[in-house]
């Protein structure tokens, strides 16, 4: 059995919407099963889009400055 993980949303009436549609090419029963996160698990993730959107517009400018990290340098200490 193949495994696809993917994100969606269940709807008002209780149907699975998914984000994207599956590229697959049998057209067959599939098994589903459905993770919903605990409230929880949710406290942190409803950061207000002008914070996302400032954070993106920061990196952004830091990148165009040339203030980046090499990949290969990205994890040096971290076990330190």
Do not use: F
């Amino acid at each position: 059995m193949q495994e696809i993980e993917v994100q969606g949303t269940i709807d008002e009436q209780g149907y699975i919407r998914l984000d994207q549609p599956l590229k697959i090419s049998n057209r067959s029963n599939v098994r589903i099963i459905v993770m919903v996160p605990e409230d929880s698990e949710l406290d942190g993730y409803d950061e207000p889009d002008e914070s996302v959107l400032a954070g993106l517009r920061q990196a952004l400018s830091e990148v165009k400055a040339g203030k980046t990290i090499p990949l290969s340098e990205l994890w040096d200490g971290i076990d330190e």
